[in-house]
């Protein structure tokens, strides 16, 4: 993982195959992609303060599991990739970095180093792939006591399969790619694939409470995980994997969101289900984003069961065929002339719907015609598996746009909410407004666009890409306007502050008003109760 921004080094973004992009982004955002970009940052640039390795304490460390002091290990470990940590490293603002890394191969190495931080007034920091997006991982500015982060990339295995029952035991440091590869291979998926798949790990999915993009029929990974073993300040928290218990309030779900702050999480039983026979990915067209809602909605709600539906606004549609290679080719051309002449839609509020269909041929078939006969019913019409193949190959591959927009001062980022079905439009529409207001408010130039995913029969996710094209490189004060009015529209208009990106510093102020001052308060006294001078990932979810 780059420690500037997102995915392989090898990998990025590039533009001159894809002609549709730049007129877009010159319209939309005034910036011309053409002009030669920022070099990406060079650490040795940076001044990375030494570490803070006080004795005892590192020399125990040293004696229980793998240890690093690296400076590159330790700036890689301190931050995720928030929009605001990813221009702060360009800005060489490093923030606090942790002190030392620890990679322990097992729980009782994990447990062992947990131990020794309590005993040594240190802080731990749990480390999955570094993925969050809400300032999950950062250390606070002010910490003086050593932070150490705890790295669970060598516990990465699927340790056994209990196929009569559908459930696998999984080590919470095993990333997305691993942990599938181990399933595949006995003809069993978890089926949870969120855009960061590739570099993100189960423990984080875990304490993120995360959400995969086919979560419309495997369920978020709330749903997925049925038992978990966390090393904690009182030992080891262990559930038992039950399709059902009374045990007074849920300790699973005590865990499921606690971003690090109850203790480590080093293993899970899951839900798993047999490999698909079949997959498709079909295309849809609706005229309008409300006829879209609707043909969605009924779906949802309806006999069939896809594996995940999906809706992009106007503009997020003008957006992905912006990103196809080459020119129109002659298909895309037909199409443009049956919906203006024959179906008499305007081109520009037309709006793209992907629809994933899995499991045996004739269930695949079954639903197929039942989702036909729903978008049918709203206005629209299908289009084949052209943009759904596109969609399935590249889906793990978009996420590095932001940082090509990032080198050409553009700031990217994404909020999401969820919401029932009935507050679906009228939120879409509030949230729009904020943007609007929010960019008008800062002066500076600006974009948005939307997509309804993560379905479920009384509601859904509402997931708002936005662009900002900053008046001074480096500042956040024109994105920070921004975020915020469209992080206050989610909460005053029924939403909740993330449908899946957790809370971690970015969305901690709006916790009251999502849970009510109650509800954050019993979350502030679990921390307290179990972790009372504030050693594990201190100032997540609860400042
Ligand atoms: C490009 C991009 C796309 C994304 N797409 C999605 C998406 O589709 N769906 C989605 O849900 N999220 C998405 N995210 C957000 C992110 O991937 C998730 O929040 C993910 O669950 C984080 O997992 P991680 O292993 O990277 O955790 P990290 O970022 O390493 O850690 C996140 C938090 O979990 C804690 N933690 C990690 N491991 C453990 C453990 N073993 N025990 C206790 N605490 C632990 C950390 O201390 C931290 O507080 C995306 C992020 C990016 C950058």
Not at 91 to 117: F, I, Y
């Amino acid at each position: 993982m780059k420690w500037w921004g997102w995915g392989r080094a090898d990998t990025a973004f590039h533009h001159d195959d894809k002609p549709a992009l730049r007129p877009l982004l010159l319209d939309r955002l005034g910036v011309d992609i053409d002009i030669p970009a920022a070099a990406p940052p060079d650490v040795a640039d940076l001044h990375i303060a030494p570490p803070r390795r006080p004795e005892p304490l590192t020399s125990a460390l040293a004696a229980a599991t793998r240890l690093s002091d690296d400076p590159v290990e330790r700036l890689v470990h301190g931050t995720g990739k928030s929009l605001r940590e990813l221009v702060d490293l360009r800005a060489g603002r490093l923030g606090r970095l942790p002190d030392l890394v620890v990679h322990p191969g097992d729980e009782a190495e994990t447990a062992a180093v947990l131990r020794l931080a309590l005993d040594h007034d240190a802080v731990v920091i749990p480390f999955g792939g570094g993925s969050n997006i809400s300032g999950s991982l950062r250390p606070p500015d002010d910490e003086q006591r050593p932070v150490i982060s705890i790295d669970l990339d060598r516990m990465n295995r699927v340790t056994s399969i209990d196929t009569e029952s559908g459930l696998a035991v999984i080590e919470a440091g095993a990333l997305g790619p691993e942990l599938e590869e181990q399933l595949n291979a006995a003809g069993w998926t978890l089926g949870h694939f969120p855009d960061s798949f590739k570099h993100s790990t189960l423990g984080g999915w875990i304490a993120t409470r995360s959400s995969g993009m086919q979560s419309d029929t495997y369920g978020d990974i709330a749903a997925m995980v049925l038992a978990v073993r966390v090393v904690t300040p009182h030992g080891l928290l262990e559930t038992r994997p039950l399709p059902g218990t009374s045990t007074g309030p849920s300790v699973l779900q005590m865990i499921l969101g606690s971003e690090g702050r109850l203790g480590v999480i080093t293993e899970a039983t899951v839900r798993i289900r047999p490999l698909p026979q079949r997959r498709v990915v079909l295309g849809y067209l609706y005229p309008s984003w409300e006829a879209g809602l609707r043909a969605t909605a009924a779906i949802t709600r309806g006999e069939a069961r896809p594996a995940f539906v999906r809706l992009a606004d106007a503009e997020e549609t003008t957006f992905s065929l912006s990103l196809r290679t080459g020119g129109p080719g002659l298909a895309e051309k037909l199409l443009d002339g049956y919906v203006r002449k024959v179906r008499r839609q305007d081109p520009a509020q037309v709006c793209l719907g992907l629809v994933g269909f899995e499991g045996t041929p004739a269930a695949v078939r079954r639903d197929q015609r039942l989702v036909a006969s729903a978008v049918k019913a709203a206005g629209g019409f299908p289009i084949g598996a052209g943009a759904g193949a596109v969609y399935d190959r590249k889906k793990f591959d978009t996420p590095y746009i932001r940082d090509f927009l990032l080198s050409r001062g553009v700031h990217a980022d994404v909020s999401e909410t969820g919401a029932p079905w009935s507050r679906l439009p009228g939120l879409y529409a509030e949230v729009m407004t904020a943007f609007h207001a929010g960019l008008a408010a800062s002066g500076a130039r600006g974009s948005v666009m939307c997509h309804l995913s993560h379905t479920d029969p009384v509601g859904a996710c509402l997931y708002f890409t936005f662009a900002v094209v900053p008046a001074e490189d480096g500042d956040l004060h024109d994105y920070d306007v921004v975020k915020s009015a469209v992080q206050q529209a989610f909460v005053d208009g029924g939403g909740t502050l993330s449908h899946h990106h957790a809370v971690g510093t970015e969305h901690a102020r709006w916790l009251s008003e999502d849970v009510s001052p109650a509800g954050a308060g019993l979350i502030g006294a679990l921390f307290a109760g179990i972790d009372p001078a504030a050693q594990l990932n201190p100032g997540k979810i609860v400042p």
